[in-house]
Nanobody
């Protein structure tokens, strides 16, 4: 069993930055692929970024490439999402998710087994 708790969301002006954190419980954190997704009301959950257990492989949605950076610290059981140059369209609830380490870095929410409760990010224009 893995429990995920996100933090770091908030209100920021367009062009600003935020760093989200996701702390995981469970001794096998280092073997999991970690992902970030986001969702706005009435829309499906959208892939943002994912990172392999070793940290040497990452994947990003086209909409955030060059602006967001995913990283992880296995010693702290924590994955981060650094968000720069934020836009109003980045406004959403951001969720942390995890899956076992095989099968690449999927962008499909259904392939992730564990989810946090989310943290709200609001970008004002």
């Amino acid at each position: 069993q893995v429990q995920l708790v996100e933090s770091g969301g908030g209100l920021v002006q367009a062009g600003g930055s935020l760093r989200l954190s996701c702390v995981a419980s469970g001794r096998t954190f280092s073997s999991y692929v970690m992902g970030w997704f986001r969702q706005t009301p009435g829309k499906e959950r959208e892939f943002v970024a994912a990172i392999r257990w070793s940290g040497d492989s990452t994947r990003y949605a086209d909409s955030v490439k060059g602006r967001f950076t995913i990283s992880r610290d296995n010693a702290k059981n924590t994955v981060y999402l650094q968000m720069n140059s934020l836009k109003p369209e980045d406004t959403a609830v951001y969720y942390c998710a995890s899956k076992t380490g095989c099968g690449g870095l999927p962008a499909v929410p259904a392939l992730y087994r564990y989810w946090g409760k989310g943290t709200q990010v609001t970008v004002s224009s």
